[in-house]
């Protein structure tokens, strides 16, 4: 091992000087294709959205049972003959929805919502083929930054569990329990497609800047306001669950007045069903009173994280912060109309993709508070 040199140590003629180090750890790190998998990230996001979209038509339009066999990769193939139609016509017609719901119902209307259905599930297939091809391009080229592969495995470890969720979800509604699918499964399934909508969002942010940057900013991290976005994201996603289980009993075509229900503050029949826990799934009178109830607290809660935003010395936290309180207030009332208006189909699509953008900002604010962004001393 050579000896150290003083710092003022001179180099001797002919002596060639030791080079000094350029880079840190972190930019000595392998840095990877990080604009390329953010693009990649980008893409999976804006097809997840439009998961989230289609499985709302789906729901709302009665087609989720159109389909009554789980097969992975033969159910790719839609009916090409009219045999194959009137075979998976047959099919649904020894289900309960068809028999004390749509009897009746002709093959022409059947084509629809069973199309519906195999677009749903066409496009997770899609979804997850878009991911497997990028992910593994990127580890066989090596272009996955230190440290990411795992992560970048989650989305679609997460991905494959959804199917299965899925399939768990239709199957509730074929066993002759129920005309439709179960409330809490369909909740379930809707969020665990928030939960991968989440880790997706959070990548991009995290890709869209340097590493170095990321650990100076985080120095100057907001704890506080991070933990209350954090509960605030956790009372987000919780709204969105028992909106999910508003959609899946059409508790939002029931009690369409504001602010009471039915002339009442609490609805009437709130606990008819036995045993008492199914009111709280099934009860459509008790499932929206919970939902109108745990809306005006979670914007009453985002204003109380909104004035605790209003104190931080960074103006793009602080405006993240407020698009998160213009959006809730905005969800609120999109949600009264819609329920105002029967949920009909576009303002319900509507109510739910203002849950998306919701719970993104929520994100993005979260992302604020850990990793500030700097700026002047003028600003």
Known sequence: MSEKRS?????RPGETPRPAPTTGVIDGARRGARGAIRAWLMVLFALVVMMIAV?????????????????????????????AWAEEFEKYRQIPEYQLQNAGMSLAEFKVIYWWEWGHRQLGR?????????FVFFLATKRIPA???????????????????GWWMVSSGLTGEMLDVASYRLATHLGLAFIILGFLTWYILLLGRAEADLLQARRDRDGKLFSLCTGLLHFAFLQ???????????????????PTMAGEIFPPNAFDLDPTWRNFFENAGLVQFIHRVAG?????????????ARKSGKAA???AFTAVLAMLVLQMVLGIITILYYAPLHLALAHQLGAVLLFCLILRARFLAQYPLAQSLRS
């Open 7 to 11: 710092i003022f140590e001179e180099v």
């Open 55 to 83: 499985g709302g038509l789906t729901r709302l339009t009665d087609s989720g049972l159109s389909i009554t066999e789980w097969r992975p990769v033969t159910g790719a193939v839609p009916p090409m003959s009219a045999e």
């Open 126 to 134: 899609f979804v997850g083929l878009v991911w497997a091809l990028g």
């Open 147 to 165: 440290g990411w592969t795992g992560r970048l495995l989650i989305p679609g470890a997460l991905g494959g569990l959804q199917g299965a969720i």
């Open 240 to 258: 969105i669950l028992i909106g999910a289980l508003v959609a899946g009993i059409d508790a939002g075509r029931t009690y369409n007045d504001w």
């Open 296 to 308: 005006y607290l979670l914007v009453g809660f985002g204003i109380m994280v909104w004035l605790r």
């Open 317 to 319: 936290t602080r405006d």
